[in-house]
Each structure stands twice: as structure tokens, then as C-alpha cells.
């Protein structure tokens, strides 16, 4: 019986450990202030702004897992990997986000458009 | 609408709004805060050429065409000028194959947004594919709100009614029980407009109707004055806690639980109208449970014992959570991990009863990870309506997509339907007209009005011919 014991925590030591290495340092989360002004901002053209507000607004104007619009710290890890890769993350869907991000007639344009306005700081 | 493009280390999903907030406990609790999540493996849509799939990458299709028509006189056209099959979809978050078809697959995105509101009368009007979270904010710029939510709020409001879309509330029947008024696009192109004070029959039977009917272009609901709600969120052994549901459910506006599959722990989430002035948005980080619930299910899955005994040690049952603002801002969620999912519906007092074997179904697959949801919804009229004439709980199974669903739907749907279940239409199930017709007492009502409709089946792909008239 005390081997058993024994055995479960070092195992359970392991996982521990294991769990720690694996951190990683997450960016800094939105205040609450910084998610409501997410949900106000619009982009300054109507037609993206009504796209916005019909599609991209329900997640990324929100606390969710997808970059925060106008905030910075989400966005400088996409931003890194370049506007084509991010376009066709846009595009094809990626991670949680569906194809053409709930957007159907969204343009390529239109998506660089707004991809570009959500990532800038306002 | 832009990428989520890097994997995603920190955030996964979460099995509803509410329980958005689990994440915080369970990192506080210590063990549960330190996962690497997994990228979702579902399957990426073509680089080019008319394809569709639905949220999951489960649903598939090749279309003849996908319109993306911005008003009802488009919606006329299109019926005017097309032929052969023809079904609209809002978000593609319906499991089940409602959508695809090799005809016409039309998008509701352009028709989105608030018409009018009627304070008077406190009804709201809308195009048919506004987004239930843009709709809410509208609607709370107007100073009005819907009477309830369900977890996901990308949905449009066509395809949330058509499906039978609900919240949690045991006094809150589902979304379309607070539908008024329907303006249908019908398959000869002609517009029907229905109102409940002079079309019952009609209304019971379209409220929802799985797109059967014609093309829903605008939708009047009732609406109640903005208000707060308060959640908490507390973790408790599930046994104590399903003693407890039936009178947690009626004491509170909202009340819906989760088990936590192999923790024994079940997380409870209360929402009730807050009048206080303190508010606070949900806290970030809530949605990683699922990703530490993943992580203890790939490393200890195969010694479920072993799983337990960790799940218990690190889990702090003394923890709770608040949260405080808009009704919209709390009860629902992004999801950023797709899944797969079955759900349905039992008469509420064999809730508890049926959410007991399908826990012990769901833990004889080591794989299973996901919380299994529980929550209550009042009954209404609608035929089709899983609710139709009964107060009801409804049980959901999820699996991340690209994994093994299958169980979900074999291993439960014996439980459920021994327990008198209705399956949720937009989640996987595998029942046909033989089984369904029995369900539902109007059934040939609704496939009457179906007929008068639509006599040609323009409407109907090869799914709805299984649930309608296949035996």
C-alpha cells in the first residue's frame, strides 16, 4: 500500500513538473476598459464597418481566445508571421476561427481591411 | 474575421459561456493552470471552388452556388431564378447535416441587422441573419434585451429558431418561443408574413421548422427591458450537486451544471437579475479549462484512477467566481476549440436520472474529457419544438473535432431515449421519421404545412427527407 501511495506521487511530482515546463509566458490579458473599448471601435469605412459588425465584432470585439480588437499585445505575435499568412488564416479558417471568420461575402480585401484595423492600436 | 493565428497556448474552449468561468477556478486551484493546448485538427475548407463546410469541418458540401443575398427581394430572385435544392445557413454551428446539399446553399450573412422596435408592444424586428450577439448589443443600445441567450451567440436568429436553440432557465422556454412574427421567403418566391395573434397553427409550426418552409428574411421578437445579471460559479462533488439541481434550478433565473468527466467534481453556474451598480466583466483566462481537462486526459487517460485521484487532489472545492454586467456580456462565449456534439432533451424529472447514466456512458471511454452540460428549459407550442408541451433538461456530449465522436451518439441515445429524450436537431443524432414521429404529437401537423409550403421538397436535402418522411 505504501509503494502505491509512493508510486502516485511521484507520478503525480511529474505531471507537476511536466505541467510547469510547459508554461509559456502568456501576453498581457485586456483590462476590462480595454474590452469594452474593443466593442466600440469600427473601422472608418461604412462597408467594412457594417462587415465588422456583423462578423469579426462577435469574437474579436470581445474577451475571447481571438486578438482583441485595437490591442496590441494579442496582435504582435500574428503581426510577426506576415499580412499573407494572415490572410490566408482569414480565409481558410484557423484555430477557432471559421473560414472567411463568419463573413461570406468578404473580399480579400476586405479581409486585409479589416485585419488591418483590428490589429492597429487606436 | 481576422486570424487566430497563432495556436492557441493559453485559451481553449470552454463548454459554454457560463462555464467560461471554470477555467479560473480550476487555475486557481493550481494543477489545472499551466496546459499546452492542442490545435483543433479540423479539416480546412478547399483553396478554391464552391465548397462549404459547417463550424466543426464535420458538415461538407459542393454547391451549385452559394448566394449571399442582402435583402428579401434577392431572397425572391434567388427562389425565382434557381431550380432543384436549396438551404440557407447562418453559422454553420448545427452538428448535424441540415445544410448541405449539391443544389444552392444560401448564406444570411447580408441580411443582418435591427429594423425597428416597438416599445409599446416591446417587440424587436430584425433581418433573419443578424448575429444573436450583434443583436444584443443593438437591442441594448436601444435599451431592450432578449429574455435569454444561449452559450453561443454567433448564431443568426433564423437559424437559432429553426433548430430549437435554447438557453438555460427553468422558468425561459427556448428562443423561439418569444418569436411573434415570421416573414418567409416561400419556394415559389412569394413572401408570407405570419404574426401569432392571427396565425397559430402556422406560427406552432414555423417557429421551428428547419428551414423546411422557405426562406425566414425577418423575425419580431419580445423583447424586456436591458438588464444585469450576477453569476457564480461554484465547484462541488457532482453527487451533492445533483441532489441539488432540481431546487438550484428553481431558485435562480439561470442555473445550469457541468460535470467534469473522471473529477467526480461538477462546476455550478447561477445567473440572477443584479441591480447593483459594481459591475465586472467575466475574468480573462476563464476558457482554459478545457485545454487542462484535455491535458490530464492525454496524459493520464489510460489510468483513470490515477486521473481521478489528481483531478480531486488539485481541484479546491471552497473556490468561486462572480461575475456582474450586461445579461449578454455573461451568458455567452466564444468558442475557440471546435468540437463535435450530441444533445437532447428529457422531460425534467428524469433529468437528473438520465444525466447519471450518461455520465457513468461517457467514463467508460477514457478519450472523454469535455464537461457534459446539463440545463433547464420551459416548455412551449412549437411542433417541432424539442420542448413542444413540456419542461424539459437538456444533456450534451461534446468530442474536439478530429476526434472520435461516434460514442457520443451510440453509446447515449439508448440512454436518452429511455429516458423519453428529444434529440436537439443541429447536434448529432441518428434518428429517422420512425423514431421521430413518435416524439412529437403534431408531427403530421407540421408535415402538412410543410406539403402546403413547399410541394416540390425545394427545401429538403437528404437529411430532411431522413428526419421527415424516411423510415
Redesign the interface.
Known amino acids: 500500500m505504501t509503494r502505491i501511495k509512493h508510486f502516485w506521487q511521484i507520478v503525480a511530482g511529474v505531471v507537476m513538473a511536466c505541467l510547469s515546463a510547459c508554461q509559456d509566458a502568456p501576453p498581457r490579458e485586456p483590462t476590462d476598459q480595454e474590452v469594452l473599448r474593443a466593442e466600440a471601435l469600427r473601422p472608418a469605412s461604412p462597408d467594412l464597418a457594417a462587415k465588422y459588425e456583423r462578423a469579426c465584432l462577435a469574437c474579436h470585439g470581445v474577451r475571447s481566445a481571438a486578438p482583441l480588437t485595437g490591442f496590441a499585445p494579442a496582435w504582435a505575435p500574428r503581426l510577426a508571421k506576415g499580412a499573407d499568412v494572415l490572410l490566408t488564416h482569414a480565409r481558410d479558417g484557423f484555430n477557432g476561427m471559421p473560414a472567411k471568420g463568419l463573413c461570406s461575402d468578404c473580399t480579400d480585401d476586405d479581409l486585409r481591411g479589416l485585419t488591418q484595423f483590428m490589429s492597429q492600436s487606436p | ?13 470552454i463548454a459554454t459561456g457560463a462555464a467560461a468561468t471554470l477555467g479560473g477556478l480550476l487555475a486557481q486551484a493550481g ?1 489545472l ?4 493546448a492542442q ?2 485538427t ?1 479539416q ?2 478547399a ?1 478554391s471552388g464552391l465548397a462549404w ?1 459547417n ?1 466543426s469541418g464535420l458538415q461538407q458540401a459542393r454547391p451549385s452556388s ?1 448566394p ?1 443575398p442582402g435583402s428579401e427581394a434577392e431572397l425572391q430572385a434567388l427562389m425565382r431564378s434557381t431550380r432543384g435544392e436549396l438551404r440557407a445557413y447562418g ?2 454551428h448545427s452538428f448535424t447535416a441540415l445544410v448541405p446539399t449539391s443544389g444552392a446553399i444560401v ?1 444570411l ?2 441580411l ?2 435591427l429594423i425597428s422596435v416597438d416599445k409599446q408592444a416591446m417587440t424587436a424586428t430584425m433581418h433573419a ?3 444573436l ?2 443583436l444584443a ?1 443593438a437591442l441594448d443600445a436601444q435599451g431592450l434585451a432578449l429574455r435569454n441567450l444561449p452559450d453561443v ?2 448564431q443568426t436568429i433564423a437559424g437559432a429558431i429553426s433548430t430549437g436553440t435554447h438557453g438555460t432557465g427553468a422558468t425561459l422556454p427556448a428562443l423561439h418561443a418569444d418569436v411573434v412574427g415570421l416573414r418567409i421567403v416561400t419556394p415559389s418566391g412569394n413572401v408570407l408574413t405570419l404574426h401569432e395573434d392571427k396565425d397559430r397553427d402556422l406560427m406552432a409550426a414555423a417557429r421551428v421548422s428547419l428551414g423546411s418552409l422557405g426562406l425566414i428574411s425577418q423575425v419580431t421578437m419580445r423583447v424586456l427591458p436591458t438588464y444585469n445579471l450576477h453569476r457564480k460559479v461554484w465547484l462541488r462533488p457532482i453527487d451533492e450537486l445533483l441532489k441539488q439541481a432540481p431546487m438550484l434550478a428553481d431558485q435562480h433565473r439561470h442555473f445550469e451544471l457541468y460535470y467534469l468527466p473522471f473529477t467526480g467534481y461538477g462546476a455550478a453556474i447561477s445567473h440572477d437579475v443584479y441591480t447593483g451598480t459594481d459591475l ?3 475574468k ?2 476563464d ?1 482554459e479549462v478545457m485545454a487542462d481537462l484535455r ?1 490530464l486526459r492525454d ?2 487517460g489510460h489510468f483513470p484512477q ?1 486521473r481521478l ?2 483531478a480531486r ?1 488539485f481541484i479546491d472545492g471552497s473556490q468561486t467566481e462572480e461575475a456582474r454586467h450586461r445579461a449578454h ?1 455573461l451568458l455567452t ?6 468540437f463535435n456534439e450530441s444533445e437532447w432533451h428529457v422531460p425534467r424529472a428524469q433529468g437528473v436520472a438520465c444525466l447519471r447514466q450518461i455520465i457513468a456512458a461517457i467514463e467508460r471511454h477514457n478519450e472523454a474529457f469535455f464537461p457534459i452540460e446539463f440545463r433547464f428549459i420551459k416548455g412551449d407550442d412549437a411542433w417541432l419544438s424539442p420542448f413542444h408541451g413540456q419542461d424539459r433538461c437538456s444533456i450534451a456530449v461534446h468530442a474536439a473535432a478530429g476526434e472520435a465522436h461516434d460514442y457520443l451518439i451510440k453509446d447515449c441515445a439508448p440512454i436518452y431515449r429511455a429516458h423519453q429524450g428529444r434529440p436537439h436537431w443541429g447536434k448529432l443524432h441518428q434518428m429517422g421519421a420512425a423514431e421521430l414521429q413518435t416524439m412529437y404529437p403534431r408531427w403530421q401537423d407540421f408535415l402538412a404545412v410543410r406539403q402546403q409550403f413547399d410541394p416540390q421538397g425545394r427545401m429538403l436535402n437528404a437529411h430532411l427527407r431522413q428526419l421527415l418522411f424516411k423510415a
Open positions: 474575421m481576422t486570424p487566430s493565428d497563432t495556436p492557441l497556448p493559453r485559451r481553449q474552449f494543477l493552470d499551466t496546459a499546452q490545435p483543433s479540423a480546412q475548407p483553396a463546410h463550424w452559394l449571399t453559422s454553420g448564406s450573412d447580408r443582418s441587422g441573419g443578424t448575429r450577439g450583434m448589443r451567440d454567433v465586472l466583466l467575466p480573462p483566462g476558457d491535458l496524459w493520464l490515477l485521484w489528481a487532489k456580456r462565449s466564444v468558442r475557440p476549440m471546435k
